[in-house]
């Protein structure tokens, strides 16, 4: 099949799910600018310090993600075992451990039903995932489900101290998942899942690492 045939076979399915899309769909408001604090949830601790694992789950989940907190690795295993029923087959990021990864068939990306990667770094700021090109772009973008660890410790309060944790190894990329792919180029109607996954899920591990 030529590459101009496969492109307007996209190209056709792309619209079509966009049409599909706004038949009922109402305008979404802007969801306004980026805080300029951090409002967290709940105190935590004897001196009411705030707790950046809560608000980052707040935010993505208020942005469409899913977040599932696990005491430790044991716990996330046992999880990972009962999630991954949903599933046919897996693309796995290059730095997801053995542990992380769900008993499923391995597929390219283009074809897997579930991606799974481990973020660098997230920001209860903004609810975002940051993710290493490292990784393999095509895990993070292409299956229509997204499942992605990061470790508590590694939730930040703010975005700049996310990326900033990440200098010492820059990798050619660093990506911000901050919920469903959402697109509103087209008559400003929210649409998600057209240019990466519909559904994100944030596994926060809250044990220290092994």
Do not use: Y
Not at 74 to 92: G, I, N, Y
Not at 140 to 161: C, E, N, S
Not at 165 to 182: N, Q, W
Request: with cysteine.
């Amino acid at each position: 099949m030529s590459d101009e045939r496969v492109s307007k076979r996209a190209r056709a399915r792309i619209l079509g799910r966009v049409r599909e899309a706004n038949q009922e769909r109402e305008p979404v408001e802007h969801p306004g600018t980026l805080p300029d604090a951090l409002e967290p949830p709940g105190p935590f601790g004897d001196a009411g310090r705030s707790d950046p694992v809560g608000a980052f789950e707040d935010r993505l989940r208020a942005a469409g993600g899913e977040v599932v907190r696990l005491a430790d690795e044991a716990a996330a295993r046992k999880w990972l075992e009962e999630f991954a029923r949903e599933f046919e087959s897996v693309s796995v990021g290059v730095g997801v451990p053995d542990t992380l990864q769900p008993a499923l068939p391995k597929a390219q990306p283009s074809e897997a039903a579930l991606g799974v990667s481990v973020a660098v770094g997230a920001s209860a700021q903004t609810g975002s995932l940051v993710l290493s090109s490292k990784e393999g772009r095509r895990s993070q973008l292409l299956p229509p489900v997204h499942l992605i660890w990061v470790r508590a410790g590694d939730v930040h309060t703010t975005l700049g101290d996310a990326l900033q944790a990440c200098r010492e190894d820059l990798p050619a990329t660093l990506a911000l998942h901050s919920g469903p792919s959402k697109s509103a180029d087209i008559g400003q109607i929210l649409v998600t899942g057209v240019h990466g996954p519909g559904r994100i899920i944030a596994a926060v591990l809250l044990g220290p690492r092994p």
